[in-house]
């Protein structure tokens, strides 16, 4: 029985892939990596550092440190956030659908606390979640499952009463790990949609979700 709801944020709850592509791209060039798409796919919903570490095994450089590089992007992703983000449609409508029928609602991102807590402010979202929890406190980020498996805990829920919104394949796969229901929410335009099957349910947009949905999971 499902009695908690836990967010992913990045492309879920904002749309902000956009704005680690644009932040990586412009980092990693200056340092005279090349990026591209299948690259970002392959990132998405992983942890920043553990992004840069690949990165570096691919094509060391120099002039900065990888901590340098990590809080570059960092910074350039706070910067776009409060400058240009705006919730994806339908978040509005079903947190307070989740919130008017008393379920408890996480947050659980891959993103830094200081990232999370910028879009929050941001949404002015931030009144909806009784747990907001960042993989940057974790050993292992996303496809582990460790981040929900905490942030279930935080919520005081089991793993297995928990369902997940997810916009990402690592972060499907760390749901799922964590023995939760998952319902994916893929970029349209990502090459790898086939491999979503593995959700319990998969939409379009968070638009399409009505919490009579909950029943069929």
Known sequence: MIKAVIFDMDGL?????????ESETKVFNSLGIKTNKAMFEKFMGKRIDEVVDVMWE?????????????IEI?????????????AIP?????????????????????S???IIE??????????????????????????????????AKMLNVKPNDCLV????????????AANMKCIAIPEQEATNLDKFIIADKTLNSLEEFSITDLQYL
């Open 13 to 21: 709850l904002i749309n902000s892939e956009p704005f680690w592509q």
């Open 58 to 70: 691919m094509q060391q450089w120099n002039g900065k440190s990888k901590e340098q590089v990590v």
């Open 74 to 86: 960092v910074d350039n992703v706070i910067e776009l956030v409060r400058e240009k983000g705006e």
């Open 90 to 110: 339908g978040v509005l409508d079903t947190l307070n659908s989740f919130q008017k029928s008393s379920y408890k609602i996480g947050l659980a991102s891959s």
């Open 112 to 114: 830094k606390l200081r």
């Open 118 to 151: 910028a879009v929050l402010d941001k949404l002015a979202i931030k009144s909806y979640f009784e747990v907001v929890h960042s993989a940057e406190f974790e050993e292992y980020g996303k496809p582990h499952p460790q981040t929900f498996i905490s942030a």
């Open 165 to 176: 919104f997810e916009d990402s394949l690592n972060g499907v796969i760390s749901a799922l």
